[in-house]
């Protein structure tokens, strides 16, 4: 973001400023421009254009947004003005950037300010903030650097002591601290701890045991954290989503849309629009200047220059620099000074796995904890052994020449390498003798039984000399990379819970028993730096589908970080509403985890190359036209490649029978191979069907060796895998054997009777498999796996998939008219319906809640002028508790949320307060007739709105829940001839929960709003509802003359206006 500030007034010198992104002055030599095309005097403000080819004061200033002297005006002819404004534009950045000076002063921004650390010894000294909620900035911090052992320490005495907890120091390091004189530092706490959880920091000396000087961070000190200044509101009464300030330097605006013929930009400033010596144009995304043109529903980050915040302004406009129309304006004064700085975390050193490879480029790719160095470099044997996991070792920068005739991988018990080693299967998955390696990365897997830590030794053993060519010591008490739980029975907003989070590795996160009832407008997985914000990542379901999240309940998810991001890169992961910055659930990462490496990543290109299965000798047909086998014998496993027909939402599987004698699929021991995500990705997972249930974790059924409740392993190794078409093929390996209570021990003498079979998979939870209502053995199959070479397959033709048409009636909107005879009204809260509910019926998102008057989905109420008409409100009391507070109120608003407005504009148009809630004798809002007990219609499961046909199967799909021995709220309304046509029944608290009041005059026509007036499309938006401020409703020039029959002449008169409005801007 540039900034041009400090533009001279009459009489002051000539000069703009510009700051650099680098946080630098640069004097930008004068460049010329070709010349706009003028017929007729040229403009009164030209830079350049003074006599003798010196500027002016006059010339040289910007228009009333930066403090020119006087207004702009241009002389000429009309036909010209669109090229003319554009060149106005141009210019005004030309003299921002041209024009020599210096930046102007600027307060710096350090967090939130903490304090003063003072000591009497070793000259110690510091301002200290909280940049934070984990990091210290520390302004002018002074040490003499003469204590033998000083370190920085927090802890949660009252004074500091040897218990305190060292933090490494503005690098990173652990060392003992060196000389400081007025340095202005950034230190960040270990282990993910924060601030607000210790009583103080100080500089502390281990070895003398004495403190050199503390500050005392203060009881309940709240840390930096992403403020909601508000939203851009416009003067048409349009307004973006919420405008977040992220941190000091980046700003979040939801939603964005700006639809106006001016072109603008963003500008920051002080003070009052247009009167100003601080002013900042911003720079877009694409760090330009351009202005803003079309754009619709967007999130835009913005981001100031390096040295400069948010702190140094007070407002953000959206402003047409020509005719300096302010199109919309956010103030943001006293938000600005508790919000994170803007700064790059330094780390502590790291611990062992990191490392930059090659192949890679500057990339640091994890490779799990370091075992040590191959040592004797016999054969030219060379390369680093990792633990990827306990069931995974990985060799990295892997040499050997290949030549030694029986060489191997293996692991043994003994104390030394020996012939009685286990050998492992290379990265290929074979057993046979070592070729040749060139600084490879390979990962080797150990029997399913067994972790790194029942092993004494790794070895490149060569069998034939007893010799090992290589090797690496395995500790007993070696500490290997493992899933770790970072939080338990997490519970929010949305009836969302989570039983278990699980960093599975460094790319997978694992949601145990996650529910959420899907009905919130903009929700999704999010992960990134600092505190939960909606500058976030957006992480990918289970399915890799980037979008707003379905309802789950009591779901396993497994989802994987986007991109190349790691845990490493993230600081938090959230369930996160955007629109609405609200957290519905959030776990901390930790620093530096001891957690395996994503295995897939580290696969080398010999891993995934495509085994062709038509070298396999055998291959026989199981399911007619649907599924074949082919196999290929090793000494201690055989590989098989299982060919089908297989669509999206179906899996298919092959194994070994429950009885030995006949077809019978409880008790066998099978492959299941389906298609997860939106790409296609094939999944295999060894199964076994212990009845003709559903998986369940506590009483098994058709489950996942890992899932089931007695935890079996998965002994199955995919080796290669191929989608095309509709046709699936993949080749993996098992073992004969397998300790695997669930695993069936395959004889390749005699005859082996197998099952297959195809069927669908569950939606929710996704990857379920249900019963093989498709194709399956329906009669004993047999095959003899060391029989000679015969193939009896013939190709499989391909298929196709199928999509189901939706259906999309609205829910809710109903008119409750006054022949009805309806006069008492209780309003709780409940669900939107999905896109056919409030979305439909308003033509505006929802917040995943609205109001249901009398058990109704937001109803148009009819009332009649005079009457008193009796409200209940069971929206929630407890103002603590954000999700369930929904004060009940009657206002002009069609927004509602009054309780987030200026306290000046409430009770005026646009915001008055007409019923429930009140201005009470102190100035402030009353609310308590408007709250009472908390009454929701709530999912029996999840979200089923696009699942059902009517609203009524739509509410038995709803159970109503109401908080006991509480009292609801009451209040009367009657409505009079000061009453507008149109009010509305909204929340206090929260925007957007409500809809439409018709308040009509005794004896007029009692219609439903849904009537043959109504907008093409939405059935339920008049086109006489002139308030409402939706896209669809905004009137065009051509088509905004609706004439009433008093106001005719004026109606015209307006229309004609508007026409020529029109007529001159487009032939302007």
């Not at 819970?497 to 999704?524: N, R, W």
């Not at 005859?751 to 009669?779: F, R």
Request: aromatic residues 10%.
């Amino acid at each position: 973001a540039d900034r041009v500030s400090q533009v001279p007034r009459v009489g002051r010198a000539s000069a703009s400023q510009v700051l650099e992104p680098r946080g630098r002055s640069v004097r930008h030599p004068a460049f010329a421009l070709p010349r706009p095309p003028v017929r007729g005097p040229v403009a009164s403000w030209y830079p350049c254009a003074a006599p003798g080819g010196a500027a002016s004061d006059t010339q040289r200033k910007p228009p009333d947004a930066f403090h020119a002297a006087g207004s702009l005006k241009w002389h000429g002819k009309s036909s010209h003005a669109s090229t003319t404004m554009a060149w106005i534009h141009a210019l005004l950045v030309v003299v921002a950037l041209a024009a020599p000076g210096v930046v102007a002063t600027r307060s710096q921004y350090h967090g939130k300010l903490i304090g003063t650390l003072y000591g009497s010894t070793h000259q110690v000294d510091a301002t200290v903030y909280a940049a934070s909620d984990d990091s210290f900035s520390l302004v002018n911090f002074t040490y003499d650097g003469l204590g033998p052992d000083a370190h920085f320490i927090v802890g949660t005495k009252d004074q500091p002591d040897a218990s305190g907890l060292n933090v490494p120091d503005e690098k990173g390091s652990w060392a003992k601290l060196r000389r400081y004189t007025r340095e202005s530092i950034i230190i960040t706490l270990p282990n993910n701890t924060k601030i607000n959880s210790f009583k103080y920091l100080a500089v502390f000396d281990r070895s003398a045991g004495a403190s050199f000087g503390h500050i005392t961070i203060p009881t309940n000190f709240e840390t930096p954290k992403p403020v909601t200044v508000g939203r851009l509101r416009g003067q048409d009464g349009k307004e973006s989503g919420p405008v977040v300030l992220v941190d000091s330097r980046t700003m979040f605006i939801v939603h964005f849309s700006y639809a106006a013929k001016d072109e603008a930009n963003f500008l920051v400033g002080t003070g009052p629009l247009g009167a100003t010596d601080q002013t900042t144009i911003l720079k877009d995304e694409q760090n330009s200047f351009s202005p803003i043109t079309e754009v619709k529903n967007k999130n835009i980050t913005l981001t100031l220059s390096e040295g400069d915040a948010w702190a140094n302004y007070e407002w953000l406009s959206v402003m047409s620099l020509h005719n300096q129309k302010v199109h919309a304006t956010v103030n943001f004064p006293h938000f600005s000074k508790a919000i994170p700085l803007n700064f790059t975390k330094v780390a502590p050193m790291p611990t062992e796995g990191w490392k930059a490879l090659e192949s890679r480029g500057q990339q640091k790719t994890y490779l799990g904890k370091k075992l040590g160095d191959l040592s004797a470099g016999k054969h030219g044997v060379f390369g680093t052994l990792y633990a990827g996991s306990g069931k995974a070792l990985i060799l990295e920068d892997f040499s050997y020449d290949g030549t030694a005739p029986d060489a191997f991988f293996m692991v043994g018990t003994s104390s030394q390498p020996s012939k009685d080693g286990i050998v492992l299967r290379n990265e290929a998955g074979s057993t046979a003798r070592l070729s040749a390696y060139s600084s490879k990365t390979i990962v080797l897997k150990l029997p399913s039984d067994k972790v790194v830590t029942d092993y004494r030794w790794f070895s490149v053993y060569r069998k034939d000399a007893e010799m090992s060519l290589g090797e690496v010591a395995i500790p007993s008490d070696f500490d290997y990379p493992r899933e770790r739980s970072i939080g338990s029975s997490l519970s929010g907003a949305h009836r969302t819970h989570v039983g278990e989070v699980i960093l599975k590795d460094m790319k997978t996160l694992f949601l145990k028993d996650f529910s959420y009832d899907g009905s919130a407008p903009d929700a999704f997985f999010l992960c990134g730096k600092g505190s939960p914000n909606p500058q976030g990542t957006k992480v990918p379901d289970e399915n890799g589908r980037v979008a707003v999240i379905h309802g789950y309940s009591h779901a396993d998810l497994t989802l994987t970080l986007p991109g190349e991001l790691t845990m490493f890169d993230i600081d938090w992961f959230a369930v996160y509403c955007i629109t609405y910055t609200e957290i519905f659930i959030s776990v901390t990462i930790p620093k530096n985890p001891n957690i395996p490496p994503p295995m897939e990543l580290l696969e080398t290109p010999k891993q995934m190359e495509q085994i062709d299965g038509s070298d396999f000798e055998n291959c026989e047909t199981i399911l007619p036209n649907r599924l074949q086998v082919a196999w290929k014998l090793e000494s201690n496993s055989i590989l098989f490649q299982l060919n089908t027909k297989l669509m999206a939402k179906e899996w298919a599987a092959f194994g070994i029978s429950g009885d030995k004698d006949r077809n019978q699929m409880i008790g066998g021991d099978v492959a299941v191979v389906y298609l997860e995500g939106p790409s296609n990705k094939v999944k295999l997972e060894d199964y076994y069907l212990g009845s003709k249930a559903q998986c369940s974790i506590t009483s098994g059924g058709v489950c996942p060796d890992a899932k089931s409740p007695l935890k079996g392993t998965d002994d199955l190794t995919v080796m290669s895998t191929k989608y095309e078409n509709g046709l699936l093929s993949v080749v993996y390996s098992r073992p004969l054997a397998t300790t695997d209570r669930f695993d069936k021990t395959i004889t390749p003498a005699g005859e082996t009777t197998v099952i297959a079979a195809q069927g669908p998979l569950a939606q929710e939870p996704p990857g379920v498999v249900l019963y093989h209502t498709m194709y399956w053995t329906k009669s004993k199959t047999t095959l003899k796996l060391n029989r000679q070479a015969q193939r009896n397959c013939q190709p499989l033709t391909s298929s196709e998939a199928r999509e189901e048409p939706k259906t999309e009636t609205q829910f809710g909107g109903r008119d409750i008219l006054r022949r009805e005879g309806v006069t008492t009204f209780t309003a709780r809260i409940g669900p939107t319906g999905g896109s056919r509910g409030y979305a439909k019926i308003t033509g505006t998102p929802g917040w995943g809640i609205v109001w249901w008057i009398n058990d109704e989905l937001i109803p148009v109420l009819h009332v009649e002028r005079g009457k008193t008409y009796t409200f209940i409100a069971e929206g929630g009391h407890d103002d603590s508790n954000s999700a369930r507070y929904h004060p009940f109120y009657i206002t002009d608003s069609r927004k509602g949320g009054g309780s987030k407005e200026d306290a000046e504009a409430l009770g005026k148009p646009g915001h008055l307060l007409l019923a429930g809630v009140t201005m009470g004798p102190d100035g402030k809002p009353d609310v308590s007739n408007a709250v009472g007990r908390y009454c929701e219609w709530e999912h029996k499961s999840i979200d089923q709105s696009n699942n059902v046909k009517t609203f009524e199967e739509f509410k038995k799909t709803l159970e109503l829940k109401c908080e006991p021995n509480v009292k609801s709220g009451m209040f009367t309304w009657t409505p009079d001839e000061k009453t507008p046509d149109i009010v509305y029944y909204q929340c206090f608290t929260h925007y957007y929960l409500g809809w439409k009041i018709l308040v009509k005059d005794p004896g007029t026509p009692d219609e439903p709003i849904a009537s043959k007036t109504d907008t093409p499309g939405d059935p339920m938006r008049p086109k006489y509802d002139s308030d409402s401020t939706d896209e669809p409703m905004t009137p065009k020039h051509d088509s905004a003359c609706i004439f009433g029959s008093s106001l005719l002449v004026t109606s015209m008169l307006a229309c004609v206006t508007l026409r020529l409005s029109s007529q001159l801007t487009r032939h302007q």
